[in-house]
């Protein structure tokens, strides 16, 4: 653990442990002080590109579970609609999630019901619909 309260303890250059490689003054690299020199390993560039990959697979990858759950919703009869929240002139929408039957449930409760109803415990001895 280095003591940054003593002052700067610094290199003049650094290479970066992440993917660019480059040899960087080491005020490109973010503080740590766990580190011998205080700094981390890799760039802040590179912390930057890391986050926003990282990001752009979290976008993606809930991009995919909601069409999952949509497809799923769909094929069990399930439907979305909009409904009037704030009637008026200007009235103001909002979706709502329908069983087939017509009564309105939660995206959440609906995926579990399908869940069940597919995959039956010892104890279930009634659809969920």
Known sequence: M???STGPHTHEMK???????RQLPSD???LHKSSTDGRR????ECVADESEAARVHRV????KQFRNDKEKLKKHGYRWVQKPD???P???FRWV???PQGREVSKEQALRDIEAAANPGPDDDHPYF
């Open 15 to 21: 290479k970066c442990k992440g993917t660019c490689g």
């Open 2 to 4: 280095v003591d940054l």
């Open 90 to 92: 200007a009235p103001v």
């Open 41 to 44: 390993h890799v760039c802040l």
């Open 97 to 99: 999630l329908l069983v």
């Open 28 to 30: 490109a690299f973010g």
């Open 86 to 88: 704030q009637p008026g």
């Open 60 to 63: 993606v990858e809930k991009d």
